[in-house]
C-alpha cells in the first residue's frame, strides 16, 4: 500500500469520526454543548476553561492579545438563526458566522461598556459588525460611517441574549426580548457563503458564553449557484491542508524513500517559477552514509573551535559542548536522503538566482510533504564551504539550502503562526492602524529603591489585570494567565519590552502618586487604573 493512499485511508476515518463526535454534541433542538471543547477548534492562541458563571455553565475565552475566535468542528451553516447568551467582562466579544478558517468569517460583537457611556457617539458604538480578513472595524467606519454599529442597552458583566437571523446577504441581530434589531447588515461583505460557527473575543477583552442554539434556514437558488463558484473543493482544500501542516524535522525514522518519491519530489520542484524560464537548478540527491558522517563530524569539530574562543571556556565545557554538537548534528542528519539545492552562477540571469532559488527549495518541501515526508530548510547549520567540500561541489554552483527528506520521528506541534491581520492589508498602508514603525529605544538604570512606586494591579476597562511586580531587581509585568516579562525604562515613568513593541506609561495624580499606566501596543493606547492594595 503506498504512502499517499495510506495516509487518504487515514484521513476519511478521521474525518468520519470527528463529524461523528460534532454531531453528538448538537442535540435535536439546535443546542450545542459549549463546554465540551472537543467540539471546538481553537484560534492560535485562544486560552479558555469552563467556568460558572452567575449560576450558569458557561465557555469562557480569557483575556489576550488580539483577536481570538473558537468555531465548531465539521459544522456548515449558511441560513437560519443563531442564538447566543453573552456575559462576563465583555468589552470586545461576540459570535461569529460562517467561518471558513481562522481569520475568515463575518462576526458581530458587543461592547456593553459603550451602552452606559455618557458619549451618544460611544454609545452608538455598542453593537459592531466585522467581516475579516478586510472589512476591519476601522475599515468599515471609515468608509461608511455609524453604518454598521448601533447602539443597544446592555449592562456590563451582566447576561444578555442575542438572536442573529442570517439570509443570503443579509443580517438582522436582535439582543434580549426586543422584536425590533439593534442593528441590520444589508449586503454582509462575504456575500452568500457558508461556514461554521463560534464565539469570538477582541482587545485585551475576555468572553463567557452559553446556550448556543443554531436553526438552520433554507438555501435559495440565488445563493446555490453563487456557492457552486465561492467554495473550495476537497481538492483545493487538501492543497491547502499540505501547506498549512508543513512542518521543520530535525530527526527522522531509519524508513527508506522510494527513488519513484525522490523523482516525483524533485519533478515537482523544477516547475517552480523562474526569471525568464533560466531555470538554473540543481538538485544533489545523497544517500551515501560516510559522506553524511563526515560532514556531521566536520561539522560539529569547526562548531567546537569557535565555542573554544568564547570566555570561561574549559576542558569539561567544551566536551560537554562537543557532545551536544554531536547530538544536534546527528538528529538533522538522521534522514536516510538529502538534497542540495543548487543554482548555477553561469545561468542566464545570475542576479536573479537568490530569488529562483528559494523558490524551487519551497516547492521541494511542499512535494516532499504531500507524500507524508518531512523537511527543513538547513543553511548556516551546515556551512556552505563544507557542504561543497564533502559533496565536491564544483565551484560555479551556489547552495540555497541542505535539506533532509525522511518520514518523522514526531510531527511537531506547530510553534505559532502570528495572525493573518499582523501581515494582510487592504488598499492602504496606515501607520498606527495596521502597521507600526519601529524605534530604537534606550535602556536607562532606575534605583531599585524608586521602583515600587510602580508596582501593583491594574485593571483594563475590560477587567482584565495586569500585575506590575519586582523580580532580583528588575520590573516584570504578567497578564492574568501568562508570563512575567521584564520591563526595560527609557525614562521616567515609561517602560518598554525587548520582546515585542510593547511600551507602558505611569499616569500620576495631583498627590504624585501613580493611579494609572497606558499600555501601548499596535497603535493602541489603553488604559488601566492602579488598584488598590
Known amino acids: 500500500m503506498t504512502r499517499n493512499l495510506l495516509t487518504g485511508i487515514i484521513t476519511v476515518i478521521m474525518t468520519l469520526c470527528l463529524m461523528q463526535s460534532s454531531l453528538l454534541a448538537q442535540d435535536r433542538s439546535g443546542q450545542f454543548d459549549l463546554t465540551n471543547t472537543e467540539n471546538w477548534i481553537f484560534q492560535e492562541g485562544t486560552e479558555f476553561e469552563n467556568v460558572t458563571y452567575k449560576g450558569v455553565k458557561a465557555l469562557r475565552i480569557k483575556p489576550g492579545i488580539g483577536e481570538r475566535c473558537a468555531y465548531l468542528k465539521n459544522f456548515e451553516f449558511e441560513n437560519g438563526v443563531i442564538e447566543l447568551d453573552i456575559a462576563a467582562i465583555p468589552s470586545y466579544t461576540g459570535l461569529v458566522f460562517r467561518v471558513r478558517g481562522d481569520h475568515v468569517y463575518e462576526s458581530v460583537y458587543f461592547r456593553p461598556q459603550n451602552s452606559v457611556n455618557s458619549n451618544p457617539v460611544r454609545q452608538g458604538h455598542t453593537v459592531q459588525y466585522v467581516s475579516n480578513p478586510r472589512f476591519t472595524w476601522y475599515h468599515l467606519r471609515a468608509k461608511s460611517p455609524e453604518k454598521y454599529e448601533a447602539y443597544a442597552d446592555l449592562p456590563p458583566e451582566e447576561w444578555f441574549h442575542v438572536r442573529i437571523e442570517v439570509e443570503g446577504d443579509r443580517a438582522r441581530v436582535y439582543v434580549n426580548d426586543s422584536n425590533d434589531p439593534c442593528l441590520e447588515i444589508d449586503g454582509l461583505k462575504h456575500g452568500f457563503s457558508k461556514g461554521s460557527v463560534g464565539i469570538w473575543a477582541g482587545n485585551q477583552s475576555a468572553g463567557t458564553y452559553a446556550n448556543l442554539k443554531i436553526t438552520p434556514g433554507n438555501t435559495s437558488a440565488e445563493e446555490a449557484e453563487v456557492k457552486s463558484r465561492v467554495i473550495y473543493t476537497h481538492e483545493q482544500e487538501y492543497l491547502f491542508n499540505i501547506f498549512e501542516n508543513r512542518r521543520s524535522i530535525r530527526k527522522f525514522k531509519q524508513e527508506p524513500v ?27 540527491v545523497i544517500t551515501d552514509r560516510e559522506k553524511i558522517d563526515r560532514l556531521r563530524d566536520e561539522s560539529v569539530n569547526r562548531a567546537v573551535e569557535r565555542a573554544k574562543k568564547r570566555p570561561n571556556m574549559d576542558d569539561s565545557r567544551i566536551e560537554t559542548l562537543r557532545k551536544q554538537y554531536h547530538e544536534n548534528y546527528s538528529n538533522y542528519l538522521s534522514a536516510p536522503v538529502y538534497i542540495v539545492v543548487l543554482t548555477d552562477k553561469n545561468s542566464k540571469y545570475p542576479d536573479y538566482n537568490k530569488w529562483d532559488g528559494p523558490l524551487a527549495a519551497g516547492y521541494l518541501m511542499i512535494a516532499a510533504r504531500a507524500l507524508g515526508y518531512g523537511t527543513v530548510f538547513i543553511t548556516d547549520s551546515f556551512p556552505e564551504d563544507l557542504t561543497k567540500e564533502v559533496f565536491g561541489i564544483p565551484d560555479n554552483f551556489e547552495r540555497v539550502c541542505f535539506t533532509p527528506i525522511g518520514v518523522p520521528e514526531s510531527w511537531p506541534v506547530s510553534r505559532g503562526k502570528k495572525p493573518l491581520s499582523d501581515f494582510m492589508v487592504f488598499e492602504r498602508l496606515i501607520e498606527g492602524v495596521n502597521f507600526t514603525v519601529p524605534v530604537t529605544r534606550k535602556e536607562i538604570t532606575i534605583d531599585v529603591e524608586m521602583l515600587d ?81
Open 258 to 284: 522510494p527513488d519513484e518519491h525522490i523523482v516525483k519530489i524533485l519533478d515537482i520542484a523544477r516547475t517552480a517559477p523562474t526569471s525568464g524560464n533560466q531555470q538554473p537548478w540543481k538538485f544533489l
Open 453 to 533: 512606586q510602580y508596582t501593583g494591579k491594574y485593571k483594563l476597562e475590560s477587567g482584565a489585570i495586569i500585575t506590575v511586580t519586582i523580580e532580583n531587581g528588575r520590573l516584570t509585568a504578567q497578564a492574568e494567565g501568562q508570563q512575567k516579562l521584564e520591563m526595560f525604562a527609557e525614562a521616567k515613568d515609561k517602560f518598554f519590552l525587548k520582546i515585542a513593541e510593547v511600551q507602558f506609561e505611569f499616569i500620576r495624580g495631583e498627590s504624585g502618586k501613580i493611579n494609572e499606566m497606558i499600555l501601548i501596543q499596535s497603535g493602541q493606547r489603553m488604559i488601566l487604573k492602579k488598584q488598590d492594595k
